[in-house]
């Protein structure tokens, strides 16, 4: 199993409207450096979804519920989609602040590439976000 982390603007799409769906259609990925990331994508990976804009946190986790497949609304093979369905919401505490400041997070493409829109999170960084949100949960 893998785990990634997909950006998406919560005005366009957010978390909550994935909850809504149950299950949805992650599209509309254009960078050929995000793209390459995504034929990574297998069924049963995990994802972080972030929220860009003004929340700029890790919002929610989701299940890649389908392997990658070419984009059925679009007439470029190259551009690829996949399903994921929601496991749980987030605080929403885990900012890019709070991941910035912290050293560990040093190598996480987050840090490094902040405009990338998907992208493979290493086992480490997941686990020490999941602490972090954790952490911020009232008890």
């Known amino acids: 199993m893998a785990y990634w982390l997909l950006k998406t603007e919560p005005d366009a799409y957010s978390f909550e409207d994935l909850i809504a769906e149950g299950e949805g259609v992650w599209d509309g990925v254009t960078n050929n450096w995000a793209l390459t990331f995504m034929r990574r994508v297998k069924k049963g990976d995990q994802a972080l979804i972030y929220h860009t804009g003004k929340e700029k946190c890790i919002a929610g986790l989701a299940e890649i519920t389908t392997d990658p497949y070419p984009d059925p609304q679009k007439d470029n093979p190259s551009l690829i989609v996949f399903r994921l369905a929601a496991v749980r919401k ?9 991941i910035k400041q912290d050293p560990f ?4 493409l987050l840090v490094r590439h902040t405009r990338l829109s998907v992208m493979p999170v290493e086992k ?4 020490k976000i999941l602490i972090l ?4 949960q009232p008890m």
């Open 105 to 108: 997070f040093a190598d996480l």
């Open 133 to 136: 949100d954790a952490a911020s």
């Open 90 to 98: 987030l605080s929403g505490k885990v900012t890019l602040r709070q």
């Open 124 to 127: 480490k960084f997941w686990q």
